[in-house]
């Protein structure tokens, strides 16, 4: 009987140390991960590149360039970098050069492609746009601004949930995503 309630304090005993010490029995692997982990993030932080600059042309003759101020490699796809304080400026030919800004943006290198997001701002000679995120596609030459949207000229103020232009054609469609919602129209003449 002695020796029952000798190993049932003995569990009891070592019970309580695993639970009030646990990092005295945790595995070594966990420090190895923390120190790999440290090591990934130095050569992760050598993504970073300053002063942004990307120039493409189409075969129209229409240039479209994009800047940030700060530019992320993106390891998983390299073709993808973030941007952050990001301007594109598309000088189309015979037509309005546009000026886009955003607080952050996503590039892609290999089609042109970029995401403008948070504080977006389209301007051109007449016109403003401002939205949270616009999809803009070179090699579709197309524009989708979306959350938030507010298009005004010298003439009127409108509210909607999305303007979609084509560069091409010069053809803009204001909308909302659901029909029982009205898109709002401010008139100043």
Do not use: C, H, W
Not at 114 to 126: G, H, P
Not at 180 to 186: C, D, L, S, Y
């Amino acid at each position: 009987m002695n020796k029952k309630i000798i190993a049932l304090i003995l569990a009891i005993f070592f019970i309580a140390i695993f639970l009030f010490f646990p990092s005295k029995f945790s595995d070594d692997n966990k420090i190895v991960k923390t120190e790999n982990n440290e090591e990934d993030n130095l050569s992760y932080s050598s993504s970073f590149i300053e002063n942004v600059r990307y120039e493409s042309q189409d075969s129209k003759g229409n240039k479209y360039i994009i800047k940030a101020s700060l530019g992320e490699i993106d390891y998983q796809n390299p073709n993808e970098i973030f941007l952050t304080d990001v301007v594109g400026i598309i000088n189309l030919v015979d037509k309005n050069n546009i000026m886009i800004k955003s607080d952050f943006g996503k590039y892609n290198i290999g089609n042109n492609d970029t995401i403008f997001s948070k504080n977006v701002k389209i301007e051109n000679s007449k016109d403003k746009i401002y939205g949270d995120y616009l999809d803009f596609s070179i090699v579709r030459s197309l524009m989708l601004l979306s959350k938030n949207v507010t298009y005004s000229n010298l003439s009127s103020m409108i509210k909607a949930d999305a303007v979609e232009i084509d560069l091409e054609t010069k053809k803009t469609k204001i909308f909302m995503y659901e029909d029982k919602k009205k898109i709002k129209i401010k008139n100043f003449e």
